[in-house]
């Protein structure tokens, strides 16, 4: 929906580019080569999972400017400093502060290309790197998952003598204790990135930049297992089982993870999580196990402190502790 749309509870006459937003053509059209569309020449410099996490952004910011647009068919050189300023007021009343940041980072890095490319002028690219990042801070969505629900839902895993049960504890016992890795990335990883006599695994991260975690204890032990009913086939580590129990050596998507853990996670009778919570908990329980904060970034594939640091839930248990220490005299009367 156009941001220009009068039903839209946005007080443009705050903007100064009013006449600029409504008289500016940003009638949707596709150039001749796709190489020409700065929005693909941006994707393109992103892996798989970034290029359609920001495809998804580009589409959201070309609908509002031109309704039934998207990346591919908005004109992106025609994009204005005041359109970007406008966008962001929009998005401020749906979406949270990370989401908004990605998104107007997508914007300003397509720009960027439009004038590489020298399809717009200097002044216009730097007017739209004015735009800045909303500010402020949210705390993390999600939750902490407890240890006995960890060994609930392994439990389950393990009573499951199907390949699927085998291959789900693995893929679980990693994510949570093996290094906290991204949906994206376990369905990524292949036979040969893995190393059965050292529990290292090569995964391709965000940024397309490679990285190793070490599986240890009951993840190496998962790991060994599934290993021996999947045998040595070339090909992703991961594979798809269907209803027969029979194996297809192909990669699993990213959405039959969440439908994976799911379903276990129903089995097993515990609350609901995502698996991006798997990765949460993982940082959290290093973090109280006493290792530092620069090795656990690295482990994840954080290129930022701060946002691994996020996930520290100590100061939390240092603010509950400190409020014990006061009393409030009220006692119970209804049990």
Known sequence: MSVLNTNIEIKMEDFEALAILESKDLTPFKPDR????????????LSK????????????????????SDFLSFPWHKLEYQHLQAVKAFLHEKYSISSINRMLSAARETVRQAWLSKQIPAEQYLRIKQVENVKGSRLPAGRHIAHGEIKAILDVCINDESPSGYRDAAIIAWMVSGGGARRSEVIGVDLADYNP?????????????????YLENGAYDAMADWLMVRGDAPGALFVPINKGG??????????????????????????????????????????DAGADLATISKIVGHEDLKTTAVYDRRPEIAKKRATQLLSVPYKRRIE
């Open 34 to 45: 796709l190489d020409e569309n700065p929005a693909v020449v941006y994707l393109s410099k």
């Open 197 to 213: 006599d050292t529990g290292q695994i090569k995964i391709l991260g965000k940024g397309n930049k490679e990285r190793t975690n």
């Open 246 to 287: 029979t194996m297809i050596l192909r990669r699993m998507t990213s959405q039959a993870i969440y439908n994976m853990l799911n379903h276990r996670i129903e089995q097993a009778g515990i609350k609901d999580f995502s698996p991006h919570d798997l990765r949460r908990t993982f940082i959290s329980n290093m973090l």
């Open 49 to 68: 999972n970034g290029r359609r996490v920001q495809a998804d952004a580009l589409n959201i910011i070309a609908d509002i400017l031109s309704p039934e």
